[in-house]
């Protein structure tokens, strides 16, 4: 029941994440496409779910809230297919500057990893403390684990994108993309070969990489108050400078990370 309530938390932090850096982004595309609209009210209503979700104390699958997560899921999927057609269509396809300044695959596959944790809180909800869960015809402990390394090595790519094209020039922007991976490795292992009743080092870099995601947001606050004008010219430089909203998505992965841990070690594997 707690790591179904965590689940929930981590599914609002990355729909918060999501929601705001998708206004920012699609701010400044002018909304071209009306279609543009869907992420901010997606990722709203899996924020809302979510809220909800973080304070029901009842053991028992909540069915809107659950349709709203697979809505959540099914939209992350369509804009993840959506962002690869507008890179690939552009000249030479897929390449180093169609990446850089093409639409980013790693926000509607943040929205899509929302919609997944917030379900898979939802289908866990309702086993009793230490009996065998599943989701997805998987041991829980182990699903949610695999689909936290999955979703933590794939933000960090996404910071190493994004940093090699500022030609990491600020030392501190080595952090998201050396720190996440280790903690991808090892829920990767754990959902391989989760032996042992603790696991004390995977909590505590699943800590760190949630600090990072905080952190981030002040390197980032920071990166928008050296570029002209400063804090004073916020409309234009919150626009071109360093996503303030990107960061908190290592923070809300490495909740589901705790919470699949929580599982594991409750030993509800089978």
Not at 6 to 20: F, G, I, K, Q
Request: hydrophobic share 50%.
């Amino acid at each position: 029941m707690q790591a179904a309530r965590e689940l929930n938390r981590a599914a609002a932090v990355l729909a918060l994440s999501v929601l705001m850096d998708s206004a920012i982004e699609h701010y400044r595309g002018s909304f071209k496409n009306k279609a543009m609209f869907t992420p901010l009210a997606v990722s709203a209503l899996a924020l809302g779910v979510s809220a909800h979700g973080m304070r029901d104390q009842r053991a028992v699958t909540h069915g809107l809230r659950n349709g709203a997560y697979i809505l959540t899921g099914l939209t992350g999927a369509a804009g993840l297919a959506f962002h690869t057609y507008n890179v690939m269509k552009r000249t030479g396809g897929i390449n180093w500057q169609n990446l850089f300044y093409g639409a980013p695959i790693g926000a509607p596959a943040a929205i899509a990893m929302s919609g997944a944790l917030g379900s898979a809180g939802e289908r866990i909800r309702h086993y009793a403390p230490f009996t065998p869960a599943h989701i997805w015809g998987l041991p829980s402990g182990r699903g949610l684990a695999a689909l936290t390394s999955l979703g933590i090595i794939g933000t960090s790519a996404e910071s190493f994108l994004l940093h090699f094209r500022g030609a990491f020039h600020n030392p501190c922007m080595y952090l998201p993309v050396t720190l996440p991976p280790i903690a991808s490795a090892l829920m990767a292992r754990l959902a391989w070969l989760p032996e042992g009743s603790r696991h004390p080092w995977t909590r505590l870099w699943l800590g760190l990489t949630a600090f990072l995601g905080f952190g981030g947001v002040a390197f980032h606050a920071y990166g928008v108050n050296r570029a002209l004008g400063g804090w004073r010219n916020w409309r234009q430089n919150m626009l071109d400078g360093p996503p303030l909203p990107a960061p908190p998505a290592f923070t809300g992965l490495s909740l589901a990370g705790l919470a699949a841990l929580r599982i594991i070690e409750a030993k509800r594997l089978v």
